[in-house]
C-alpha cells in the first residue's frame, strides 16, 4: 500500500524546519518534500506550497462571518450573492486560497444558503459556482448533508443551470475521493442520473457521462481497494443500453459524441456489457460515428477504444467486421495518423479484432490494413508505443494466415522490426514475435536451460 499521510504532518514539518533549523520558509519547504519523498510517501494530495499570511486568513475569516450574518436575515439577493463572489474570488487564487477558506467554515456556510434560499434560482446557481470553486482538488469536505443537498437538486424540473452545477459539484466531489464516490453512489444517485437520460439538453447529458465516470473512477491512493468496477458493473447494467442508443439521438454532436463513446469505454468492464452494446445496435452506430467523424482525431481515437473493448466478446469480435466495419476501420487509421495516440488506439484495435481469427485478419486484409499499419510504423520509426502496437496487429494478422506475409513483407515490415530490435529492448517479444510469424530470420534467447545430471531425492526409490 502507498505511505500517505495529512496536510498537517506536512504542514508541521515545513514549520519544524524553520524553526528547528532555521531554513528560510521556502527552503523550509524543499526540504520537507524531500524529506518525505525520500521515505517513499505520495505527495500528490499535498499543498507543497507556502500557507496564506495570518492577515490574508483574519480577511477570510471575517467574509465568511459576513455571509453567515447575512444568510440568517432577510438579506436581498444580489447583497448575499456578491458576499459568495467575494468568497469565490478568493478560492479562485489557487490551492492554499482554497484550504484557507475551508479551514475557515465556508462549506457549511454555503449549505446554509443553499437550505435558506432553496427556489432561489440566481442564489443556487452563485452558491453551486462558488462551492465547486472551494471543493476543486479539496473534497474532503463533502459530508452527508452535502450529499442530501446533491440529490435534492437533481429533480428533473429543477433549473437547467443548478442542474447543470449539481452535477459539476458531484464529480469535483468524486476525483481522487474513494469514500465520497461510495457514499454518494448509497445514496441512489444512479436513479437520478438514469431519470435525467431522458433529459432533451446534450449538455446536461454530457454532465450526466463526466459524473458517470467520475464513480468509476480508481484514483485515491489512500484507499487500497476501491469500488470502480463494483460501480460500473451496476450502472453498465442499467444504463447502458439507453447510452447506446444515444448515439443516434446526437450523432451530429461531436463534443458529446465523444463523450460518450469515452463513457461507454469506462463502464464495459465485463463481457455480457459488450453483448448489450452489440444487442443495441451499437457496432453499427459505431460505425455511422466514425463516418461521419472520419477526419476526428478525438472522435475517432475513443470508436477505436470501444472498438477494442467491444473484441474482447467472441460474439462481437466475430460479428464487427460483417457490419462493413473493415474499410471504415482503414480509412479512419490512415486519415487519423498524424495524431500519435489515435493511431495507436486503432493498432491495439487491430490487434485485438484478429487475436486467434483469421476471418477477422482476411476481411481487414482485403481492405488494405496492412498499408495503413506499415506506413504509421514508418511515420512513427522512434515510437515505441507504436512499434510495439504495430508488432502486435502485424503478428495477430499473420500467424493464422501465413500468406499475408509476402504483402507485408513487400511493404518493408522486415527492415523496420529489424531496425525496432536495435532500438526497443524492452519490447523485443513483440517485435521477435512478429518476425517468427512473418517467416522472416530470427533468433529467439533461450529463457531456462537445465544443468542436465540426474535428479536426487532425499530417499531411495523402493
Same mark, same amino acid.
Request: a neutral charge; hydrophobic letters at 40%.
Given at each position: 500500500?502507498?505511505?500517505?499521510?495529512?496536510?498537517? &504532518?506536512?504542514?508541521?514539518?515545513?514549520?519544524?524546519?524553520?524553526?528547528?533549523?532555521?531554513?528560510?520558509?521556502?527552503?523550509?519547504?524543499?526540504?520537507?518534500?524531500?524529506?518525505?519523498?525520500?521515505?517513499?510517501?505520495?505527495?500528490?494530495? $499535498? $499543498?507543497?506550497?507556502?500557507?496564506?499570511?495570518?492577515?490574508?486568513?483574519?480577511?477570510?475569516?471575517?467574509?465568511? &462571518?459576513?455571509?453567515?450574518?447575512?444568510t440568517?436575515?432577510?438579506?436581498p439577493?444580489?447583497?448575499?450573492?456578491?458576499?459568495?463572489? +467575494?468568497?469565490?474570488?478568493? #478560492?479562485?487564487?489557487?490551492?492554499?486560497?482554497?484550504?484557507?477558506?475551508?479551514?475557515?467554515?465556508?462549506?457549511?456556510?454555503?449549505?446554509?444558503?443553499?437550505?435558506? @434560499?432553496?427556489?432561489?434560482?440566481?442564489?443556487?446557481?452563485? #452558491?453551486?459556482?462558488?462551492?465547486?470553486?472551494?471543493?476543486?482538488?479539496?473534497?474532503?469536505?463533502?459530508?452527508?448533508?452535502? $450529499?442530501?443537498?446533491?440529490?435534492?437538486?437533481?429533480?428533473?424540473?429543477?433549473?437547467?443551470?443548478?442542474?447543470?452545477? &449539481?452535477?459539476?459539484? %458531484?464529480?469535483?466531489?468524486?476525483?481522487?475521493?474513494?469514500?465520497?464516490?461510495?457514499? +454518494?453512489?448509497?445514496?441512489? %444517485?444512479?436513479?437520478?442520473?438514469?431519470?435525467?437520460?431522458?433529459?432533451?439538453?446534450?449538455? /446536461?447529458?454530457?454532465?450526466?457521462?463526466?459524473?458517470?465516470?467520475?464513480?468509476?473512477?480508481?484514483?485515491?491512493?489512500?484507499?487500497?481497494?476501491?469500488?470502480?468496477?463494483?460501480?460500473?458493473?451496476?450502472?453498465?447494467?442499467?444504463?447502458?443500453?439507453?447510452?447506446?442508443?444515444?448515439?443516434?439521438?446526437?450523432?451530429?454532436?461531436?463534443?458529446?459524441?465523444?463523450?460518450?463513446?469515452?463513457?461507454?469505454?469506462?463502464l464495459?468492464?465485463?463481457?455480457?456489457?459488450?453483448?448489450?452494446?452489440?444487442?443495441?445496435?451499437?457496432?453499427?452506430?459505431?460505425?455511422?460515428?466514425?463516418?461521419?467523424?472520419s477526419?476526428?482525431?478525438? /472522435?475517432?481515437k475513443? #470508436?477505436?477504444?470501444?472498438i477494442?473493448?467491444?473484441?474482447?466478446?467472441?460474439?462481437?469480435k466475430?460479428?464487427?467486421?460483417?457490419?462493413?466495419?473493415?474499410?471504415?476501420?482503414?480509412?479512419?487509421? &490512415?486519415?487519423?495518423?498524424?495524431?500519435?495516440?489515435?493511431?495507436?488506439?486503432?493498432?491495439?484495435? +487491430?490487434?485485438?479484432?484478429?487475436?486467434?481469427?483469421?476471418?477477422?485478419?482476411?476481411?481487414?486484409?482485403?481492405?488494405?490494413?496492412?498499408?495503413?499499419?506499415?506506413?504509421i510504423?514508418?511515420?512513427?520509426?522512434?515510437?515505441?508505443?507504436?512499434?510495439k502496437?504495430a508488432?502486435?496487429?502485424?503478428?495477430?494478422?499473420?500467424?493464422?494466415?501465413?500468406?499475408q506475409?509476402?504483402?507485408?513483407?513487400?511493404?518493408?515490415?522486415?527492415? +523496420?522490426?529489424?531496425?525496432?530490435?536495435?532500438?526497443?529492448?524492452?519490447?523485443?517479444?513483440?517485435?521477435?514475435?512478429?518476425?517468427?510469424?512473418?517467416? #522472416?530470420?530470427?533468433?529467439?534467447?533461450?529463457?531456462?536451460?537445465?544443468?542436465?545430471?540426474?535428479?536426487?531425492?532425499?530417499? @531411495?526409490?523402493?
Amino acid at each position: 500500500m502507498v505511505l500517505v499521510i495529512s496536510q498537517d &504532518t506536512f504542514d508541521n514539518a515545513v514549520r519544524e524546519n524553520i524553526e528547528d533549523l532555521g531554513l528560510e520558509p521556502e527552503e523550509a519547504l524543499q526540504e520537507a518534500v524531500k524529506q518525505f519523498e525520500s521515505q517513499g510517501v505520495d505527495l500528490s494530495s $499535498i $499543498i507543497k506550497e507556502l500557507s496564506i499570511s495570518p492577515s490574508v486568513k483574519a480577511n477570510i475569516e471575517t467574509e465568511i &462571518t459576513k455571509l453567515k450574518k447575512l444568510t440568517k436575515k432577510d438579506t436581498p439577493d444580489k447583497e448575499l450573492m456578491d458576499q459568495m463572489e +467575494i468568497i469565490k474570488e478568493e #478560492c479562485d487564487k489557487g490551492l492554499v486560497n482554497r484550504v484557507g477558506v475551508g479551514k475557515a467554515g465556508a462549506y457549511n456556510a454555503l449549505l446554509d444558503v443553499l437550505e435558506v @434560499k432553496k427556489s432561489y434560482v440566481a442564489v443556487e446557481r452563485t #452558491c453551486l459556482k462558488t462551492l465547486i470553486s472551494l471543493m476543486n482538488k479539496q473534497p474532503d469536505l463533502l459530508d452527508e448533508r452535502g $450529499i442530501k443537498l446533491m440529490l435534492t437538486f437533481l429533480h428533473i424540473k429543477t433549473d437547467f443551470d443548478v442542474k447543470k452545477l &449539481t452535477l459539476r459539484w %458531484i464529480k469535483s466531489c468524486c476525483v481522487l475521493h474513494e469514500n465520497n464516490r461510495q457514499n +454518494i453512489f448509497d445514496a441512489n %444517485i444512479l436513479d437520478k442520473l438514469k431519470d435525467l437520460l431522458n433529459d432533451g439538453s446534450s449538455d /446536461i447529458l454530457r454532465e450526466v457521462l463526466a459524473v458517470c465516470r467520475s464513480l468509476v473512477l480508481d484514483d485515491d491512493v489512500r484507499v487500497e481497494f476501491g469500488k470502480a468496477h463494483e460501480h460500473a458493473r451496476i450502472i453498465a447494467s442499467e444504463i447502458l443500453c439507453p447510452l447506446t442508443q444515444l448515439m443516434a439521438r446526437f450523432k451530429g454532436d461531436e463534443p458529446f459524441i465523444h463523450d460518450l463513446m469515452l463513457t461507454v469505454s469506462a463502464l464495459m468492464v465485463r463481457t455480457e456489457f459488450c453483448k448489450k452494446v452489440h444487442d443495441a445496435g451499437g457496432i453499427e452506430m459505431i460505425a455511422e460515428v466514425m463516418n461521419h467523424f472520419s477526419g476526428n482525431e478525438r /472522435i475517432n481515437k475513443q #470508436c477505436f477504444k470501444l472498438i477494442k473493448c467491444l473484441a474482447g466478446n467472441d460474439i462481437c469480435k466475430a460479428n464487427m467486421l460483417h457490419k462493413n466495419m473493415a474499410p471504415t476501420i482503414t480509412k479512419a487509421l &490512415t486519415g487519423n495518423k498524424g495524431n500519435v495516440s489515435t493511431a495507436v488506439s486503432g493498432l491495439t484495435a +487491430i490487434a485485438a479484432l484478429t487475436l486467434r481469427s483469421p476471418e477477422n485478419s482476411k476481411t481487414l486484409f482485403e481492405a488494405d490494413i496492412p498499408a495503413a499499419i506499415v506506413d504509421i510504423m514508418k511515420m512513427y520509426p522512434d515510437n515505441k508505443e507504436v512499434q510495439k502496437s504495430a508488432s502486435r496487429a502485424v503478428r495477430n494478422m499473420v500467424s493464422r494466415s501465413r500468406y499475408q506475409n509476402k504483402t507485408f513483407i513487400e511493404l518493408g515490415i522486415d527492415e +523496420i522490426l529489424q531496425s525496432d530490435l536495435k532500438k526497443f529492448k524492452d519490447i523485443e517479444y513483440d517485435i521477435k514475435a512478429a518476425l517468427r510469424d512473418l517467416g #522472416c530470420n530470427v533468433k529467439f534467447n533461450e529463457e531456462w536451460t537445465g544443468k542436465g545430471g540426474a535428479l536426487t531425492t532425499g530417499g @531411495k526409490l523402493s
